[in-house]
């Protein structure tokens, strides 16, 4: 079970979930984010230390403290589980303040994101020791790691957290903090913003769960980004294909990555409301159960980068020669289409932009535009619906589209626009497609 920063981020959720859980009947590790907006500030404390600016730092991390000291003292009651929290906040901040006095690093700044879950899972359990549940906290650090290619080692996630979990055998809650994990260096690392989703599937997986459950503050995933679109309705059902889609490009709700391990070890998942848990949510199972769009979503800061070379008439080897570059660089693609004299591409970074296009222009003229949207129309086998295909075209109207791609899985088409034209379109699409 895993509850995201808005399930935690204020004293009485904190105390709600607590009663989800006492009325659990099956034993849950139970995965939580840091408090809603605390990575974020944690991000500011970081990018003021690069700076050298180290008293706007000072400023955010005492003002960080006190927030944490209110919280601490509207969720305790008793004496001896309130000084337990207060210490272990102490803790937290007497080293952020000494990371203050150190030269700044990348490994540093990772130790700092890491504050955030490591408070949020003491202050959460020490919660559940007040109110005298039956619960351990393992520490993710001790089992969460990733490989020097950022891919978490599932084989020994799973034989260091089945050894952590056999010594806590009579335990009914185990809580462990999402989002943190070691890296091949040994050092404190993360699975990047929104990774705590990514960490339930991928303990969900190690520890062949009967159910990966996902609570936030939405009853389950919609059928169009609803921070946007005025009219959303939640998706009943998904299969893991197009779950796995719409977290890709873009839907919120789920980290990119945290399908895969579900899917990969056959581990239902399920998207529930933490402020309404009797609402159905969201069923994620192998098998779609009905054809037909689910969901529309949208990912944004996408760079696209077309590449023109009078060579490419007729000449295998052009393709490979322009992959070969953002493998060297470890650039994903997301989308292509090719004509017979160019080709467009689009990537979701800006690292080594620089010496990608460097490298692309010995290979043909290249031109990148930046600030563009991918919409991804996301459902069972939908190309192969025509009906599908002209609803789609026709909710386009006059908006510009840059990129086309269709066909490359059954589940997916999606639009490259500028991103002045997302919001218009995401409507657009809810009206179009779903009536909405
Ligand atoms: P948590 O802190 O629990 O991880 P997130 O903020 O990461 O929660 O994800 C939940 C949010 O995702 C929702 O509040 C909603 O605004 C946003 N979101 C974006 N697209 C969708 C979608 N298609 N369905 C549901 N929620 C979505
Ligand atoms: N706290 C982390 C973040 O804000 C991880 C998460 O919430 O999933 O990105
Ligand atoms: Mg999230």
Same mark, same amino acid.
Request: net charge negative; with cysteine.
């Given at each position: 079970m895993k509850f995201g920063g808005t399930s935690v981020g204020k004293p009485d959720r904190m105390k709600h979930i607590a #009663?989800?859980? &006492? /009325?659990?009947?099956? =034993?849950?590790?139970?995965? &939580?984010?840091a408090l809603s907006g605390t990575t974020n500030t944690l991000v500011e404390i970081g990018n003021n230390i690069a700076k050298g600016d180290r008293h706007s730092a000072q400023q955010v991390i005492t003002k960080l403290e006190d927030y944490y000291q209110a919280f601490i003292r509207a969720l305790f009651e008793k004496d001896e589980t309130y000084n337990k929290a207060k210490s272990i906040v102490a803790e937290h901040f007497d080293f952020l303040n000494i990371i203050l006095k150190i030269s700044f690093s990348e490994a540093l700044s990772k130790d700092i994101l890491a504050q955030?879950? &490591?408070?949020? @899972?003491?202050?959460f359990s020490t919660y559940l020791q007040e109110i005298g549940a039956d619960y351990a906290l393992l520490p993710a650090l001790e089992f969460m790691s990733i490989?020097?290619?950022?891919?978490?080692?599932?084989?020994?996630? %799973?034989?260091?957290?089945?050894?952590?979990?056999?010594?806590?055998?009579?335990? $009914?809650? &185990?809580?462990?903090?999402?989002?943190?994990?070691?890296?091949? %260096?040994?050092?404190?690392? /993360?699975? $990047?913003?929104?990774?705590?989703?990514?960490?339930?599937?991928?303990?969900?997986?190690?520890?062949?769960? #009967?159910?990966?459950?996902?609570?936030?503050?939405?009853?389950?995933?919609?059928? /169009?980004?609803p921070r946007i679109v005025d009219k959303t309705v939640p998706v009943e059902q998904l299969s893991f294909e197009e779950?796995?889609?719409?977290?890709?490009?873009?839907? $919120?709700?789920?980290?990119?990555?945290?399908?895969? =391990?579900?899917q990969q070890y056959k581990i239902p998942?399920?998207?529930?409301? @933490?402020?309404? =848990?009797?609402?159905?949510? @969201?069923?994620i199972t192998q098998e779609a159960a009905s054809t037909g769009v689910k969901a529309v979503a949208a990912k944004d800061n996408i760079i696209a980068i077309k590449i023109?070379?009078?060579r490419m008439l007729l000449a295998y080897g052009f393709l490979r020669k322009i992959f070969e570059v953002f493998e060297k660089y470890k650039t994903p693609i997301d989308m292509i289409t090719t004509s017979e004299v160019a080709m467009s591409l689009t990537i979701d970074t800006h690292d080594h932009l620089d010496q990608i296009i460097k490298e692309l222009e010995a290979l043909g003229s290249v031109e990148v535009d930046e600030n563009q949207t991918i919409i991804s129309v996301v459902g069972d086998h939908i190309n192969e619906t025509p009906e599908i295909i002209k609803k789609l075209f026709g909710s386009l109207r006059n908006t510009p589209i840059r990129m086309v791609s269709y066909g490359g899985s059954k589940h997916n088409i999606s639009l490259l626009v500028a991103a002045e034209h997302k919001n218009q379109l995401l409507q657009q699409l809810n009206h179009g497609m779903f009536g909405l």
């Open positions: #009663s989800l859980l &006492l /009325n659990e009947p099956e =034993p849950a590790v139970v995965v &939580l984010s955030g879950e &490591l408070l949020s @899972t003491k202050i490989d020097e290619n950022e891919e978490p080692q599932i084989g020994s996630i %799973r034989t260091k957290l089945t050894h952590l979990l056999e010594q806590h055998k009579d335990k $009914k809650i &185990l809580v462990t903090q999402g989002y943190i994990c070691r890296n091949a %260096r040994g050092e404190v690392d /993360n699975l $990047k913003r929104g990774g705590s989703d990514y960490t339930a599937s991928l303990v969900a997986a190690a520890i062949n769960a #009967s159910v990966c459950e996902i609570w936030t503050d939405i009853d389950g995933m919609h059928n /169009n980004d779950a796995a889609e719409l977290a890709y490009f873009g839907a $919120k709700i789920l980290h990119p990555a945290s399908i895969w =391990p579900a998942v399920r998207l529930l409301n @933490t402020m309404q =848990p009797e609402a159905k949510g @969201t069923l023109k070379s009078g």
